[in-house]
């Protein structure tokens, strides 16, 4: 379909203004103000060159960081995708109530990480909480709470944000799953596929552009991962569930550090932008 | 079962029991919040743990105490992420069909990367973005906030838009395209109501997006503006020691509107998809 110039206008023109100058401009603003001491209560900005980035790198807290993402991403995001999958599978085949079944599925993520993190404080807590509350059921001294806790700080994080998730990736995976014809799954039983070389052969291939799409904003969701732990966690015990988000959050409004709130969220800005690349290529080529 | 042709087989069983405990899973944590909100908590210094049970709205009244602004708060929520979801939708609506029908290879190149725009940390932008909006006077206000959302979620949507522009059927489009429609009656008279279920799904989406954003307004307002999110953190961060009750309250009236919103239209938001393609009950799907 042929467009005219001003038909071309009406259409990207709006989107064009309002991410130019509500997203775009900042971004690349932001990109070089790493290189300089640019903040707000700053009256000369200078140039810095990569000495934000430096003082970063060597924090000990944000290599912490680092390590504590790595392993949430490593261990949240599969999960998510897996108990995503179980679930849209299951929900895959009409039957009475799935419709309610599929809006069950979006109730944990209309709860705002800020609020899940508080909830599950809560929850987690030995007097009115649940956890507690079961242990006490059984007769069973009532543990500390798992965020808390050494070594099941980060853990509790990975659970609190696979439980807020995981549903919506069954959620957004359901359409795909379902749209496969009937026959394919029959023709694959008849050739005597089992159910892993239906999932393999059938399912996979099927949803795999969406599956694609739903990887890459789970990622770089996870990588900003910050308001959940700020309620959760806050961070601790110590800097067990510090993450560069939140590290980049406590450095720009906790200690007013603009210069190195801005490069370390750039950082993560670069992480996102690497992550990205691998999905373009990635879907990109049906091969791989 | 209506058919009858269908037996139920242990693999039913077993995906009725997944899906129960999947259900108790996401329910539970909400039903023990709002419990708490009207005074049902439990007491687990007891064995076994015996109910306090005292139904109260008291807890509700409580919020507005600690936080006098509560309720105009939850008012300015409710008009930024409307106004912020319909002008995302509406823009990104434009532009992904000028995208889904200009036919050259460029939208099939640049949506994969909106989506990678989409996962760009706010933290990334969000300190420049505050600068820019402080120069053009649009700091604190609720202009500058609502397109700040808008421009954040906007890219998802163009997303959206764009795969299922791209499967949607173009017959009834191209015979008013040779009677000589332009394309702003094309969208109204022939495109706009083919797409009403994705674009009021899409709606939903992006308003549970900016209603759960904290980092644009915690940044971008402060004073004269202030979300909920960013309520809700102050009352969660500075006061740790808060009353879980009266914490599970503020939690469960942020929840409401989502709630009312969701249950209402649950229908459109079954049909919201991230992938182009068939859809059970979708009869136009060309599938292209």
């Known amino acids: ?288 | 079962m209506s058919t009858g042709r269908e037996v139920r087989r242990p693999r039913d069983a077993a995906r009725s029991i997944f899906l129960a405990v999947a259900l108790l899973v996401v329910l539970v944590p909400l039903v023990w919040t709002a419990l708490a909100a009207s005074g049902i908590q439990p007491n687990n210094d007891t064995r076994p743990p015996s109910w306090s049970i005292s139904p109260t709205v008291d807890h509700l009244a409580e919020v507005s105490v600690v936080e006098p602004a509560f309720w105009q708060e939850l008012a300015t929520s409710v008009g930024v992420s409307a106004i912020a979801a319909v002008l995302a939708a509406a823009i990104s609506f434009l532009g992904a069909y000028g995208l889904a029908r200009s036919g050259g290879r460029a939208g099939r190149r640049l949506t994969p990367g909106l989506l990678v725009l989409a996962s760009l940390p706010v933290m990334a932008y969000v300190l420049p973005l505050s600068e820019v909006l402080r120069r053009i006077g649009l700091l604190d206000t609720l202009p500058g906030v609502t397109l700040a959302e808008a421009a954040a979620t906007a890219p998802l949507a163009v997303y959206v838009f764009y795969a299922h522009l791209l499967g949607a059927s173009r017959e009834t489009e191209e015979a008013a395209r040779l009677e000589g429609a332009g394309v702003s009656r094309l969208l109204r008279d022939v495109v706009l109501p083919a797409s009403t279920p994705i674009v009021a799904a899409t709606v939903i989406v992006l308003f549970v997006l900016d209603w759960n954003q904290l980092l644009i307004p915690l940044v971008v307002t402060g004073i004269q503006v202030r979300t909920l999110p960013v309520v809700l953190t102050d009352f969660f961060t500075l006061e740790r020691e808060l009353d879980w009750p009266t914490a599970a309250a503020a939690l469960t009236i942020s929840l409401v509107p989502l709630l009312v919103l969701v249950g209402l239209f649950h229908r459109f938001l079954e049909r919201f998809s991230l992938s182009a393609g068939r859809h059970p009950g979708e009869s136009d799907a060309s599938g292209g």
């Not at chain 1, 934000?52 to 949430?72: W, Y």
């Open chain 1, 1 to 288: 379909m042929k467009l005219t110039k001003s038909e071309r206008a009406l259409l990207y023109g709006p989107l064009a203004i309002v991410l130019s100058f509500w997203l775009l401009i900042p971004a690349c603003l932001g990109l070089i103000s790493t290189l300089t001491n640019f903040a707000p209560v700053e009256s000369s900005v200078m140039w810095v060159g990569l000495h934000n980035f430096q003082a970063i790198l060597s924090d000990r807290t944000f290599a912490a960081a680092v390590r504590n993402i790595a392993v949430f991403i490593l261990a949240a995001v599969p999960l998510e995708l897996v108990i995503g999958f179980c679930l849209a599978s299951a929900l895959r085949r009409p039957f009475r109530g799935r419709t309610v079944g599929r809006v069950v599925l979006l109730l944990p993520w209309l709860v705002s990480p800020v609020a899940s993190g508080v909830m599950w404080h809560f929850l987690f807590g030995s007097e009115r909480g649940f956890v507690g509350f079961v242990f006490a059921s059984f007769g069973l001294a009532t543990p500390p709470s798992p965020p808390s806790q050494h070594g099941l700080a980060l853990l509790a994080v990975v659970f609190v944000e696979t439980w807020r998730v995981a549903p919506l990736v069954g959620f957004l995976l359901l359409p795909g799953l379902a749209g496969i014809p009937r026959e394919r799954w029959e023709n694959a039983t008849i050739d005597g596929l089992s159910r892993l070389g239906r999932i393999r052969h059938v399912a996979l291939p099927a949803v795999r552009p969406l599956l694609l799409a739903v990887t890459m904003l789970l990622v770089g969701g996870a990588l900003s991962t910050f308001d959940s732990v700020l309620t959760l966690t806050g961070g601790g015990p110590g800097t067990e569930t510090v993450t560069p988000a939140l590290y980049s959050y406590g450095k720009a409004f906790t200690f007013s550090d603009w210069p190195i709130g801005a490069a370390s969220g750039w950082l993560i800005g670069g992480a996102v932008l690497l992550a990205g690349l691998a999905y373009l290529r990635l879907s990109r080529d049906p091969e791989l």
